[in-house]
């Protein structure tokens, strides 16, 4: 490791405890002439280019790899390899072709999941303005080296992260590291606190975020790696991959039948050896056993039937980036959102004018108290004309003492702002009042101005006033009544924080008229700017000043005409997407880098939280990891939290037991969203990144998206737990037939189904009606439901029990068949065997007929709302026969053709486990009716 001065110093994380001088003095850097070319040049070679590193990408041949080496698909290639062997070229094409389609399908789909380092690469700026040996320049942002001086203005990039040493007016964009839709207001000194979240070091710019106001200069103190976006890059390569619920499920089944196989296997060839069977035939018997046990469909069935899930939701606007990501969903039990573009829509919109004598909701938000007005209760939104003077006055006021600009967007009808997001809120406030920008200054042109800053808090406009009052624009007719001397010809507007505002004003607008602010007002006014400010709003006062000249003493004397509050409003949409997850047993939680005042707003609006309980970052700082998995199953609402937050409290839900969705937008989201269980990115508003770490990408952006998607997983899941139910039990009742037919009938019976047979059940007939059952409508149930338990197994909820009991069945009625026609004096006859292999395919179609619900009976369902499985049975039922009365397949399947009377034995035998499973949900819903 090199030990150089710079080198050292540069992984420090403490840069916004520094003076400017402190920090200039250990980066060797000026804050005038910037770094030498020959320094600049060193210090690239120590520290490398400015650029995000990606390491231990999952290459495609990996990829692939990983989908042939479940347990599942690992029975299955042995089984293969075995058969071929053995020279059943058969079974071993059948079983491969299996192998290498479920295989495939499971590859395209996983293949983007690695390309999250590319999207952040994206993010890094190609041009950055530099001072270099005292002279100006343009370089690429790769070039950037610790202690370079860089130039900011509006729309700049920053491009490393870096500590301001200049800053006018300076506002940085910084939602998609923190979250927080506000542009943060930027200053040079020092902060004092070691543990300030990002959102709250007002003297650093970090890469990634944007310039939206002002200008500034700052020396670079990290780079490449080192930086908060590198640390979030880091972050999401540090992940480690995590099986899904029903990839853990499906492996714990295939090791299970693995092993029963084996003792199956083991215990059919030992019964033939001691029938003095011949070795070889009762091996190949004992491997066909093995592959009996296991349902060689379920990986195509299951990989087939979330294909097809994923094209539903696809429809739904939900892109499905990883196939197991669909069956999961099913079974989350919290959704842990990001509020900034995911639950509110990320543009901030003034909703509440508050002036003396009236109080205006322009937008539709339940407070959990009602905000304290200058006045009477809140009133409906109305046209501008029916409002009082002062609320056009108000309105003109914030849109004249502005610097933002909107740009209409053809395609959405929205105004896109150009410049500080509150001002265009302003801007877009006073449009839907009627109010334009332009058309005001035409009639008030602006002649002077104090900009903003951050140590006043406040911004002013001077207007020149017509000659002719009268021509006035309605908006600003009050100023006609305010007893203007002749010589004040011109207006002052002024916005900003309240409290300073207070300070230099001496009256208050009411009723038309300029009114001494006496302390009663002053309470008021300090009461309505509180109980906004804790409904999580920003609040910003306009006041006007009317001089005689523009150079003549402004910010003194105002008149308070009201107060301003603006927030970053929830979706329409959330709220009822919210109650429908809590009634389906999901908690909802909130997980932003903004500030908890908001946080907690936007969470009881939506009703996500109904006590208010807020952690920050800086509180979890202080938990343990036992404290902090205590703390998750109470609290909904994080606020201030960093990236690496958000990480910890996805993995305290998981070791809770919870299957966790995590939504997210931004750069921040990120790790949290590639660790969850189900990361949800958003299409319209994500970025790059975020999608790319993501399993599931919203196209429209919707949380109610969401729900919709849980419940298709759910439907998913239960549709999976059906084709288990349906197949296992089926073989349950093959692998007994293979096992005590020597018993029941003797030698002569020592194999009661041919390999090849045994392979068309499991493969053919297994797989054609498990398709169908894979593509069953949801039962009326499915989001009244709590989750199921993330703990609990395929076999759980009975699920066990019918399997055993099915499979029980189905073999002890094939059995019976095949005594029934089993002729001890001439083994040779193949009609007994014939029974049995027709006998299992009809209890099988009825089988999966009643198995399309746990205890809604068939006939209630109908037989048209899944006419895919009526059809696919209709055609299982049409090979069955073709295989017994083609000739061409009598040798292959070494069969003989039935007589009708036997047939229709078959079929009638057949369909005693239609009727079977038919009573145990009579029973179940009977069970039911009576608790």
């Not at 506002?171 to 004092?192: C, Y």
């Not at 406009?461 to 001397?485: C, M, S, Y």
């Amino acid at each position: 490791m090199r030990t150089n001065k710079v080198q050292s110093i540069v992984f420090m994380s403490n840069w916004h405890l520094q003076t400017i001088e402190e920090v200039t003095a250990r980066l060797s850097a000026d804050t005038h002439s910037g770094l030498s070319e020959a320094d600049a040049h060193k210090r690239l070679v120590e520290h490398g280019a400015n650029e995000l590193i990606e390491r231990g990408g999952k290459p495609p041949l990996r990829i692939l790899w990983q989908q042939f080496t479940s347990t599942m698909v690992l029975i299955l290639i042995a089984a293969a390899v075995v058969s071929g062997l053995l020279g059943k070229a058969t079974e071993t094409i059948a079983i491969a072709t299996i192998v290498i389609l479920f295989g495939l399908l499971g590859f395209v789909q996983e293949y983007r999941a690695e390309q999250a380092m590319a999207a952040l690469k994206k993010l890094a700026m190609p041009v950055v303005r530099v001072v270099r040996g005292g002279s100006r320049r343009e370089l690429s942002a790769r070039e950037l080296v610790p202690g370079d001086l860089i130039l900011l203005e509006a729309g700049s990039a920053i491009p490393a992260d870096v500590r301001l040493v200049e800053s006018v007016n300076l506002r940085i964009q910084e939602a998609v590291l923190t979250g927080e839709s506000e542009a943060v207001e930027k200053d040079t000194a020092a902060l004092v606190g070691d543990a300030l979240p990002l959102g709250d070091r007002i003297n650093m710019g970090y890469m990634g975020t944007t310039v939206t106001y002002g200008r500034g200069a700052a020396v670079v103190v990290e780079t490449g790696m080192a930086t908060e976006l590198g640390k979030i890059a880091a972050l999401i390569q540090d992940v480690e991959e995590s099986s899904t619920p029903l990839q853990r499920r499906l492996d714990s089944v295939g090791k299970l039948l693995a092993l029963v196989g084996v003792v199956v296997a083991g215990l059919v060839m030992l019964i033939g050896l001691a029938l003095q069977e011949n070795l070889r035939d009762m091996f190949l018997t004992a491997v066909s056993v093995a592959v009996a046990v296991v349902p060689e469909g379920l990986p195509a069935v299951v990989t087939v039937t979330l294909a097809l899930g994923a094209q539903r939701m696809l429809r739904r606007n939900a892109l499905i980036r990883k196939l197991p990501a669909v069956e999961t969903l099913g079974a989350v039990t919290i959704i842990a959102s990001d509020k900034t573009g995911t639950l509110t829509e990320n543009r901030m919109t003034v909703t509440v004018i508050d002036v003396a004598g009236h109080y205006l909701e322009l937008v539709g938000t339940s407070h959990p108290h009602p905000a304290p007005a200058l006045s009477g209760p809140a009133v409906a939104p109305v046209r501008l004309a029916e409002q009082p003077p002062a609320i056009g006055l108000a309105l003109a006021g914030g849109a004249l003492c502005n610097d933002a600009a909107l740009q209409p967007d053809s395609e959405t009808g929205r105004y896109a702002v150009v410049g500080d997001p509150t001002e265009g809120a302003l801007l877009v406030a006073a449009r839907q009042a009627g109010l334009d920008r332009e058309a005001l200054l035409a009639d008030v042109p602006r002649v002077s101005e104090l900009p903003f800053d951050s140590e006043r808090k406040r911004m002013t406009t001077v207007h020149r006033l017509p000659d002719d009052l009268g021509r006035l624009p309605e908006a600003l007719i009050g100023l006609r009544a305010a007893g203007l001397r002749p010589d004040e010809q011109y207006v002052a507007f002024t916005k900003g924080a309240v409290d300073g505002m207070l300070d230099i004003s001496s009256h208050i607008w009411v009723g038309g008229e300029p009114q001494p602010l006496d302390d009663g007002w002053r309470e008021r006014i300090q009461q309505a700017n509180e109980q906004m400010a804790q409904n999580g709003m920003r609040v910003l006062g306009i006041s006007a000043q009317w001089i005689d000249r523009p150079e003549e003493s402004l910010e003194r004397d105002l008149t308070i005409i009201g107060l301003i509050g603006m927030i970053d409003p929830p979706r329409p949409e959330v709220k009822a997407a919210v109650a429908t997850a809590k009634s389906a047993g999901i908690r909802p939680i909130m997980i932003t880098g903004d500030h908890p005042l908001t946080a907690r707003f936007i969470a009881y609006d939506l009703g996500i939280s109904d006590d208010g309980r807020v952690k920050t970052g800086q509180m979890l700082d202080t938990l343990s990891a036992e404290e902090l998995e205590a703390t998750v199953d109470e609290v909904s609402i994080y606020a201030r939290v960093t990236p690496a937050h958000k990480l910890q409290i996805v993995e305290a839900l998981q070791k809770k037991g919870h299957i966790v969705a995590m939504t997210g937008d931004g750069v921040n989201d990120s790790p949290a969203l590639k660790r969850s269980d189900i990361g949800v990115a958003m299409g319209i508003t994500g970025t790059d990144v975020s999608k790319e770490a993501s399993d599931i990408v919203l196209l429209d952006d919707n949380f109610a998206t969401i729900v919709a998607a849980v419940r298709e997983g759910r439907v998913i899941y239960d549709n999976i737990r059906r084709f288990v139910k349906f197949s296992i039990a089926g073989n349950v009742g093959k692998v007994l037939v293979m096992l005590l037919a020597p018993l029941l009938m003797g030698a002569g019976a020592a194999v009661a189904l041919q390999p090849l047979q045994l392979l068309w059940l499991n493969l053919l007939t297994d797989g054609l009606l498990g398709l169908g059952l894979g593509v069953e409508p949801a039962e009326k149930n499915t989001m009244r439901r709590p989750p199921r338990n993330p703990q609990a197994g395929l076999f759980s909820d009975g699920l066990g029990v019918h399997v055993l009991w099915v499979g029980v069945l189905v073999g002890v009625v094939a059995l019976l068949v095949g005594w029934a026609y089993f002729d001890p004096a001439n083994p040779a006859d193949r009609t007994w065997q014939t029974m049995i292999f027709t006998t299992l395919a009809f209890l099988q179609v009825g089988q999966a007929l009643a198995s399309r619900s746990g205890s809604e009976s068939f006939f209630a369902l109908g037989a048209g709302t899944n006419r895919t499985l009526l059809a696919l049975a209709t055609l299982v039922v049409a090979l069955q026969l073709l295989v017994l009365y083609a000739p061409f397949l009598e040798q292959f399947f070494q069969i003989v053709p039935l007589a009708s009377r036997d047939l229709l034995v078959a079929i009638a035998v057949g369909s005693i486990g239609f009727w079977a499973i038919e009573i145990e949900k009579w029973l179940i819903r009977r069970g039911s009716g009576n608790r």
